[in-house]
């Protein structure tokens, strides 16, 4: 046995913390690169140089710091429901506006502009502070952390709002609404539907009163703002320019931020964006002009027959809202405009087998998994479930490769339509 091995757990995680942060300091050295701090004015982003050291550093520290807790409080740590208290009275009453940039608020100011008494507005804030967001720079005052500062920004409230005001009462039906409808692949039997007391599923329902559909879509927009969803992904990591002059068609596309960004790169691809009539509205407008003869929009339903040609459909967080039943259904709506070799690219998590990933990331993925299922009784795939579902759908449907991004949560998935008698 090596003296490594021989060791203790907690010696070597220390070790590879200590490791692994030198190697961090040194690649920060070398880039010029500020080094992370909670102050408010923080513009710390990690490099993707640095993206394996810190897999290494973040997996290492959580394990070590679990490893020397106790079993109850291991799963009293874990046991996230109390945050949820702070984080929606942060949310609902905007408590981030109410401290002055770089300057402070006494918790007497705060809670008077709330419904909250003094005392317990400083037991919900002093719960945040325990968890990095906003700080006491002394006794009775309250300042911003950099995680505090965000949600000065109204669509980063909104993103924290969404959890606490539909995620928690919806997760706390979850268990109930497996046990009511054991099976279920309908959208509308999910711990959502009986948080909310609907049948109807979240989409046909978060969309009124208008600020609580405004909510959800600031929600929506921050969560595709970060890199991991960034569209750069799309265009660096499939090879677009081989398709020569070729129509896309971008199946539940929105408002076209995809296939802008397709036609800015690609001046060889005509993109057709699909989906709903409230969606694709004015759409148009948003186009630069100089695309604006390369990207169309058009109200489709996508559970409806494909009536488009094109030489490449693309479906991006699309099927994951969907349980199998519905995804299956979309699929074979593509069937009647596929020809023999047609693309159908479908970006979406390929989650991996447990402990392929850096634990930390592993949990990200998981937990996108069981929102999914809270939400719309749906869920994301593993690779193995991605070929299953496309063999149900029609066993033409040939998954040719899936392509990983680096710093992606979505890999691309390559498939096409195997079938010599078709046109």
Avoid at 2 to 7: I, R
Avoid at 52 to 78: F, G, M, S
Avoid at 246 to 257: C, E, K, L, N
Avoid at 399 to 412: C, D, G, H, R
Wanted: glycine share 4%; charged share 20%; aromatic share 8%.
């Amino acid at each position: 046995m090596s003296s490594c091995q021989s060791l203790p757990r907690f010696v070597q995680l220390a070790q590879a913390i200590s490791s692994s942060a030198t190697q961090l300091h040194e690649i920060l050295l070398a880039k010029h690169l500020p080094f992370p701090t909670f102050d408010e004015d923080d513009a710390f982003q990690m490099p993707k140089e640095a993206s394996k050291v810190q897999d290494v550093l973040i997996d290492a520290a959580a394990e070590l710091h679990d490893l020397l807790l106790d079993p109850i409080t291991l799963i009293h740590h874990y046991g996230t429901y109390i945050n949820m208290i702070s984080f929606q009275a942060i949310a609902r009453f905007r408590i981030a506006n109410m401290i002055p940039a770089n300057g402070q608020a006494s918790y007497e100011e705060v809670a008077q502009q709330t419904c909250f008494t003094e005392p317990v507005l400083r037991r919900m804030l002093q719960a945040a502070m325990a968890m990095r967001i906003f700080r006491e720079p002394e006794p009775g005052m309250v300042a911003h952390t950099k995680v505090s500062k965000l949600l000065t920004d109204p669509r980063m409230n909104d993103w924290l709002a969404i959890p606490t005001e539909e995620g928690w009462p919806a997760a706390s039906k979850t268990v109930s609404a497996y046990e009511k409808w054991p099976g279920s692949e309908e959208p509308n039997e999910s711990g959502f539907s009986l948080a909310n007391n609907t049948s109807d599923a979240m989409y046909n329902c978060i969309t009124s009163p208008p600020e609580r559909a405004q909510r959800f879509a600031n929600f929506m927009r921050v969560t595709a703002s970060s890199y991991d969803y960034d569209p750069v992904h799309v265009v660096n990591n499939y090879d677009w320019e081989s398709l020569g002059a070729a129509t896309v068609v971008d199946v539940g596309g929105s408002q076209g931020h995809i296939a802008i960004q397709l036609a800015k790169h690609f001046s060889n691809l005509k993109i057709l964006v699909q989906d709903i009539e409230s969606v694709v509205a004015n759409a148009d407008s948003r186009v630069p002009e100089e695309f604006k003869q390369r990207v169309r929009f058009e109200a489709h339903d996508f559970f409806q027959p494909q009536a488009v040609a094109a030489e490449v459909f693309f479906l991006r967080l699309v099927l994951h809202n969907w349980p199998d039943k519905y995804a299956v259904r979309i699929l074979r709506a593509l069937i009647p405009a596929l020809n023999h070799g047609s693309r159908v690219i479908i970006m979406e998590i390929c989650m991996k087998e447990r402990g392929v990933l850096p634990l930390w990331k592993e949990k990200l993925v998981r937990k996108m998994d069981m929102m999914m299922g809270v939400l719309l009784n749906a869920r994301e795939r593993t690779f193995g479930e991605w070929k299953a579902l496309l063999t149900h759908a029609d066993p033409r449907f040939i998954l040719k490769e899936v392509i990983e991004p680096q710093n992606s949560y979505l890999a691309l998935i390559d498939i096409r339509w195997n079938d010599p008698q078709s046109h």
